[in-house]
């Protein structure tokens, strides 16, 4: 990333103002929650980017009760979804899609809904697994890696990225991936949860304004 020193300075003064902004609200340092299973911790995430805790919450509720499992999830025709969740969860459409071809790749791949050997694999090799699967997002595989694996990872969604380049914590060409290796690769591994969960509860409270595209010059 250019200018390299200059986006680490403004990202940590970024992790120190959200920590303490946020910081009745967020765990003590060194707290975490559960270990997830990695297939529930994939669905979760797929929900949770971009949408209020709140709304990802009941859409799991709602397919809990609806479904026997993920695999009579999967295979729910897009109406059915749409109608069990409701047209105005946040891009539900794209959400759907994408999930749906994460999945199906899964079900594929391991003759079955199941990632059972996601465990035994070690980091490298889960990361390799996950962004190997169509669909997948710099969310989804940061959270299943930091909450299934354990594993120094960062979450990061379209709205966080936002923030992110608003405040100059990343380079403005820096995508989604760019940006989730760029914070993994400035803070200590114990400081990726809490940041995490500030910097989501920020970007959910106050998201950053979009910038108008650049034109081209002639």
Request: glycine content about 4%; overall charge neutral; aromatic content about 6%.
């Amino acid at each position: 990333m250019k200018n390299a020193t200059q986006h680490a300075t403004a990202l940590k003064a970024l992790q120190k103002k959200l920590v303490k902004a946020h910081k009745s609200t967020l765990p003590k340092p060194g707290e975490k929650p559960a270990l997830m299973k990695p297939l529930a911790a994939l669905v979760w995430a797929a929900y949770l980017a971009d949408a209020p805790e709140a709304k990802a919450e009941k859409a799991l509720e709602q397919i809990h009760e609806h479904f026997v499992d993920y695999n009579d999830m999967r295979v729910a025709t897009e109406l059915e979804m749409i109608e069990l969740l409701g047209s105005r969860y946040p891009k539900l459409e794209e959400r759907l899609a994408r999930l749906h071809d994460t999945l199906n790749m899964i079900f594929e791949r391991e003759s079955g809904l199941n990632l059972d050997r996601f465990e035994a694999l070690k980091v490298k090799e889960k990361r390799e697994l996950l962004r190997d699967l169509p669909g997948m997002t710099p969310f989804v595989e940061g959270y299943v890696m930091l909450y299934s694996a354990d594993a120094a990872a960062f979450p990061i969604d379209e709205a966080m990225h936002g923030l992110l380049l608003a405040t100059g914590a990343i380079e403005e060409d820096a995508d989604a991936w760019d940006a989730q290796k760029f914070v993994e690769q400035q803070l200590k591994a114990d400081e990726l949860h809490l940041f995490f969960t500030a910097l989501r509860a920020e970007s959910q409270a106050n998201p950053a304004k979009k910038k108008p595209a650049r034109r081209k010059t002639a």
